[in-house]
């Protein structure tokens, strides 16, 4: 069992950045695949990007391409958001999600029934 934090949302004007972060804590000792998924107001919870294990795999929503950023330190249990380049749609609650993987290079289906770890969300506003 892993638990999972997420912190750096907040209230950002269009074209600002923020990074947020996700710190898993609990059974770490082993090998986690790590994604950020958000949910706006009325919609389905999107995909944002995921990373493998080993960090050299990440993949990326046509939405977040060249503006998002998937990273981790796992010596430090955590994998960052950053986003820069924030437009008024890119405002939701955002999510960071885990599932155990024994492949250190490869990344799962980015949906959210691939992953079965979840942190409670933190919420973004972009304002125009």
């Known amino acids: 069992q892993v638990t999972l934090v997420e912190s750096g949302g907040g209230l950002v004007q269009a074209g600002g950045s923020l990074r947020l972060s996700c710190a898993a804590s609990?059974?770490?000792?082993?090998?986690?695949?790590m994604a950020w998924f958000r949910q706006a107001p009325g919609k389905e919870r999107e995909f944002v990007a995921d990373?493998?294990?080993?960090?050299?795999?990440?993949y990326y929503a046509d939405s977040v391409k060249g503006r998002f950023t998937i990273s981790r330190d796992n010596a430090k249990n955590t994998v960052y958001l950053q986003m820069n380049s924030l437009k008024p749609q890119d405002t939701a609650v955002y999510f960071c999600?885990?599932?155990?993987?024994?492949?250190?290079?490869?990344?799962?289906?980015?949906?959210?029934?691939?992953?079965?770890?979840w942190g409670q969300g933190t919420q973004v506003t972009v304002s125009s």
């Open positions: 999600a885990a599932v155990l993987t024994y492949n250190s290079n490869s990344v799962p289906v980015p949906s959210q029934y691939s992953y079965h770890y």
């Open positions: 609990g059974r770490t000792n082993v090998n986690y695949a």
């Open positions: 990373i493998a294990w080993g960090g050299s795999s990440t």
